[in-house]
C-alpha cells in the first residue's frame, strides 16, 4: 500500500514557475514508476510526466517537453515535477501517482487527491 500527499500547487503568473512535490509512505515507493497527470475543469484527466523506479527513464507529454521537469528522491519517498514557462493551458489539478508501469497506472496505480495548478494571464 502507497499513499500519496501532493503539494506545491498555487497561483501563478504566465511565464513563472512551480515546484509540485509528491510524498510518499510505504517501503515500496523506490520500487514504482511515478507520474503526474493533471486534470482541467471539463476535460479528461491526461498524462504530463513520468519515470521510471530508476530515475533512469523520463517521459514528457508533448505539451509540457522542454519546460517541465520530473525527477524523484527514492531516499525519501518524494517525487517533484518543476513546471517552468507556465501557460493559462497549465491550468488544472495535478495528480501524483505510482505504480508497476506508468501505461498502465490509470488502472492499477496508487493516486493521490491533487494538487490546483492556476495561472492566470
Known amino acids: 500500500q502507497v499513499q500519496l500527499l501532493e503539494s506545491g500547487g498555487g497561483l501563478v503568473q504566465v511565464g513563472g514557475s512551480l515546484r509540485l512535490s509528491c510524498a510518499a509512505s510505504?517501503?515500496?515507493?523506490?520500487?514504482?514508476?511515478t507520474a503526474w497527470f493533471r486534470q482541467a475543469p471539463g476535460k479528461e484527466r491526461k498524462f504530463v510526466a513520468g519515470?521510471?523506479?530508476?530515475?533512469?527513464?523520463?517521459y514528457y507529454a508533448d505539451s509540457v517537453k522542454g519546460r517541465f521537469i520530473i525527477s524523484r528522491d527514492n531516499a525519501n519517498n518524494t517525487v517533484h515535477l518543476q513546471m517552468n514557462s507556465l501557460k493559462p493551458e497549465d491550468t488544472a489539478v495535478y495528480y501524483c501517482?505510482?505504480?508497476?508501469?506508468?501505461?498502465?497506472?490509470?488502472?492499477?496505480?496508487?493516486w493521490g487527491q491533487g494538487t490546483q495548478v492556476t495561472v492566470s494571464s
Open positions: 510505504g517501503r515500496t515507493f523506490s520500487r514504482y514508476s
Open positions: 501517482a505510482v505504480g508497476p508501469s506508468i501505461t498502465t497506472m490509470t488502472s492499477n496505480g496508487y
Open positions: 519515470i521510471s523506479w530508476s530515475g533512469s527513464g523520463t
